[in-house]
């Protein structure tokens, strides 16, 4: 995939991020003189991956334009413990007005590339990628979407309009996989159109549809490796694969060892463990 782009919506987010964190005013940095000057590091207390820079710099673009923010690293690069990632220079009180905020993109962010990159890491030298899903957080969908590509996955469908999967309910909905399949190519011809199914049977009769791609949910790894071995000997359009379900660091390598595309881990946007980032003034 080409390199990640920044979303479109990162202001919106911030002055939201803003909103609810200082509400009338900073009555505690009201006790420092607002035209003390003020130099303050960040600290990354651990090694990651470093994301989250332009959410950190539009937080204090939105509070005091006179702040400034030098920084040592870019997105995407592997930062080690003890590191000082940046710098900022400006009055005290807005550094510390901002910190907070600034910090929970930095940190969530961060949290979430550096989980991408270990699954990426230990994909080396497969053909198989990672991808995210739509179990993210909150108001951050567009944030964690970058923040996995910064980490070397890839991205699944952004949200419900840009892709269709058609899962149980849909299929018991409408009444077959092959009708929901023949639907959906109707109605969205432009679409990666993706279907899930539990059984190796329900994978078989996925294989005769037009489906772009196929989900195995919850497959151990000889259905798996069954999966892909009747796939490549399917006489039909080559669909791609993708593992899903109760994957993990101890099981990501033996999943693409059956020659699955992709493996989406929702655990890398919704388990996201925060970096220790600190910030210190000088």
């Known amino acids: 995939m080409p390199p990640p782009t920044l979303p479109t919506d990162i202001a919106t987010v911030v002055a939201r991020a803003i909103a609810e964190d200082l509400g009338s005013g900073d009555l505690t940095a009201a006790l420092i003189d607002a035209h003390t000057p003020g130099i ?31 920084w040592q690293a870019h997105d995407g690069e592997r930062i080690a ?12 009180r807005s550094i510390v007005t901002g910190e907070r905020t600034a910090l929970n ?8 590339a550096t989980a991408t990159r270990t699954c990426a890491d230990l994909l080396t030298g497969t053909r ?25 996955g890839d991205n699944h469908r952004l949200g419900l309009f840009d892709a269709v999967l058609i899962k149980e309910n849909h299929i018991a909905a409408v009444g077959s996989l092959a009708e929901a399949v023949r639907a959906a190519r109707r109605n969205s011809p432009r679409v990666l159109i993706e279907a899930e199914v539990e059984t190796l049977a329900q994978f078989a009769a996925a294989l005769d549809t037009d489906a772009d791609r196929i989900m195995l949910d919850d497959f151990s790894l000889d259905a798996t490796r069954n999966a892909v071995q009747l796939r490549d000997a399917h006489g039909g359009k080559r669909q791609e694969l993708e593992a899903s379900g109760s ?15 992709f493996i989406s881990i929702g655990a890398i946007t ?7 980032f600190s910030m210190r003034f000088v």
Do not use: M
């Open 128 to 152: 198989t990628r990672v991808l995210d899903t739509r179990k993210t957080l909150p108001g951050l969908r567009l944030a964690q979407k970058y923040a996995v590509r910064c980490g070397g």
């Open 105 to 112: 993109f930095l940190q969530t962010l961060s949290g979430t």
């Open 247 to 261: 994957v993990n660091a101890d099981t990501l390598r033996a999943v693409a060892a059956t020659g699955v595309d």
């Open 81 to 92: 413990a003890d590191t000082i990632v940046c710098e900022l220079r400006g009055p005290a």
């Open 270 to 276: 919704k388990h996201v463990r925060a970096v220790d």
């Open 40 to 70: 303050a590091r960040v600290l990354a207390r651990e090694a990651a991956i470093l994301c989250g820079t332009a959410w950190f710099d539009e937080t204090f673009r939105q509070l005091d334009r006179s702040v400034t923010v030098t």
